[in-house]
């Protein structure tokens, strides 16, 4: 990693020290330790399962779909859907086959939430059978048994006729001694989206991919010249090497057209780790860090990846919004930590990956959003807020989904990502059906917007959760290669995004205080966080007038 600095004035090793001193000082200050990590909920897209409990009729069999390719077909494309039936009910199944089921095109996104949602077979809903040699026979299927299934359909034989999102089921049909007579015993619903030629105009999509971590180095450092910092653990470096969690998201998101989005704690934490650190033991005592290699060699790569991308930098440790906004404005001084992180998040961008980021966005927990949470967003200079669409919910009864920017007043524009996309894969992805099973949701989401005003062109953004683990960054760049690969979307940068004509039609009113999710609410920092941050930066001001060296407590704002 090249060590050329970017602050005017400043030689490469004043600046990297710079970054050193400033970064322990603000990660020390709770408040600037992070978003709180909110419990992950389980995914929307996560299909209910059969089970021996409620194992009857056509929920006697667990259909499981571990993969379906293409995710979008073509014409001359053959679909191949592979997976396993499990039989949870307690006597045998005896001629059973698994089967593809394929209806007409659904109708709206409300129509592939209800079919995703819908729990055992209907008749007529679930359409007829494909049948004939694309099934898969078992002879029998005994309780408690599993059996593998692989079936390939030429997409002609599918029967696609408009451009839509198609239900496809696929289920397992046989009989029992106590029901001698062919039935559907269970079944797994998913979509094909199907637009063999390319859309125009097409939808402009963005996606944000975070690069946030919890906080990692403490406000200590080394008594030494160097003033050696140190880590509470080494958890960083595990996600950070081969295989880790940050590690899949930087492999994975260089081969992506999206938007870097930063937490610059997580760069001056990774850049002290490619020097000489330490790491807290249980007992009080340190042991020198090893991992200075996979350090340089993570930032390198990341370096090279972002040369040419945007970026948008959060305030540094990415602040709780939110908690700041509801219980902690009223203490004095708290606003002007969230300054001070603002200050210094393009600084520390630019001395570790030597680009300009954009620090105009403010991204509140879930993109929920109220007035106070505006204010507090926007009076450290960012003029921007990340919402969702489920916080800022539409109330003027469009038809289709508007594009995400919309004025909000007082020179502040919101960018209200679509809540189904961005929600698409929380919850556990490393089971291969569930992860199936979201992709291909996504997709009949991302392309039912395109049809529901095809001559309208509109801006889409997704923002996922904040730290995605590996298996969920996995599963979203294989929807995000499947959606970029397609013909009905094109990736397109936050700040176009940000900029595109707003629609008339969309709403622009934020929430009241009392519309704030109550869930959310219970994971704010209480006001007593606030007031013990207040006291503890009176002390430390108080203290460091006896210093020698009082650039060591404070953070610079100049050369050292």
């Known amino acids: 990693m090249a060590e050329a600095a970017d602050f005017q004035g400043m030689s490469p090793s004043p600046a990297r020290r710079w970054l050193k001193r400033t970064g322990a000082l603000l990660a020390g200050a709770p408040l600037l330790a992070g978003l709180l990590q909110l419990p992950v909920a389980p995914s929307a897209y996560a299909a209910e399962k059969a089970s021996p409990a409620d194992a009857s009729g056509s929920r006697t069999v667990d259909v499981s779909l571990d993969s379906l390719s293409p995710s979008v077909p073509t014409d001359g494309d053959t679909v191949t859907v592979s997976g396993t039936v499990?039989?949870?009910g307690k006597q045998t199944i005896t001629g059973a086959h698994v089967g593809l089921r394929v209806n007409a095109p659904l109708s709206d996104r409300t129509a592939i939430t209800d079919a995703a949602e819908r729990r055992g077979y209907q008749p007529g809903v679930d359409g007829a059978e494909i049948g004939g040699k694309y099934v898969e026979k078992f002879p029998q299927l005994a309780a408690g048994v599993s059996q593998h299934f692989d079936i390939s359909v030429p997409v002609k034989e599918l029967d696609l006729g408009s451009d839509g999102v198609y239900q496809l089921g696929v289920s397992l049909s046989g009989q029992t001694a106590a029901q001698p007579w062919d039935q559907v015993l269970g079944i797994q619903r998913t979509f094909l989206p199907w637009q063999p030629d390319g859309a125009d105009p097409k939808t402009k999509t963005t996606y944000l991919w975070p690069l946030i971590s919890t906080v990692h180095q403490t406000a200590e450092t080394g008594s030494n010249e160097q003033q050696t910092p140190v880590f509470r653990n080494d958890d960083l470096a595990k996600e950070i090497s081969p295989g880790g969690r940050l590690d899949q998201l930087l492999s994975l998101g260089k081969e992506l057209d999206v938007t870097w989005v930063i937490d610059p704690d997580l760069l001056a934490s990774v850049d002290a780790m490619a020097g000489s650190y330490s790491i807290q033991n249980g007992n009080g005592s340190k042991t020198a860090g090893k991992n200075q290699a996979v350090a340089k060699q993570w930032l390198a790569e990341l370096e090279k990846t972002v040369e040419d991308k945007e970026i948008v930098a959060l305030p540094f440790a990415d602040p709780d919004l939110a908690s700041l906004a509801h219980n902690g404005k009223n203490v004095t001084g708290s606003l002007s930590h969230l300054k001070d992180a603002t200050d210094v998040a393009a600084s520390t961008v630019e001395t570790v990956l030597h680009v300009k980021p954009s620090t105009d966005f403010a991204w509140?927990?879930?993109?929920?959003?109220?007035?106070?949470?505006?204010?507090?967003?926007?009076?450290?200079?960012?003029?921007?807020?990340?919402?969702?669409?489920?916080?800022?919910?539409?109330?003027?009864g469009l038809s289709y989904t508007p594009s995400a920017a919309r004025p909000v007043g007082g020179g502040t524009t919101a960018v209200v990502a679509d809540a189904p996309l961005s929600t698409a894969f929380q919850g556990d992805m490393t089971k291969a059906d569930t992860s199936t099973l979201a992709v291909q949701r996504f997709l009949a989401q991302s392309l039912m917007i395109s049809l529901q005003d095809p001559d309208k062109q509109r801006s889409i953004v997704v923002a996922p959760q904040r730290m995605p683990s590996a298996s969920q960054a996995q599963t979203m760049a294989q929807a995000l290669t499947a959606l970029q690969e397609g013909n009905w979307a094109q990736p397109q940068d936050l700040s176009a995004a940000a900029k595109a004509k707003?629609?008339?039609?969309?709403?622009?009113?934020?929430?009241s205080a009392s519309a704030y999710p109550s869930s959310l609410r219970k994971q704010e920092l209480p006001q007593s966080a606030f007031e013990k941050i207040e006291a503890i930066q009176s002390k430390l001001d108080n203290f460091k007038v006896i210093l020698t060296a009082p650039p060591r407590v404070v953070t610079p704002s100049g050369g050292p």
Do not use: F, Q, Y
């Not at 707003?502 to 929430?511: E, Q």
């Open 502 to 511: 707003p629609d008339p039609g969309a709403t622009t009113r934020i929430p």
């Open 364 to 396: 509140p927990a879930d993109g929920a959003v109220d007035p106070s949470i505006v204010k507090v967003a926007t009076s450290a200079g960012a003029d921007k807020v990340i919402a969702r669409s489920d916080s800022l919910k539409e109330t003027g």
């Open 86 to 88: 499990t039989n949870h």
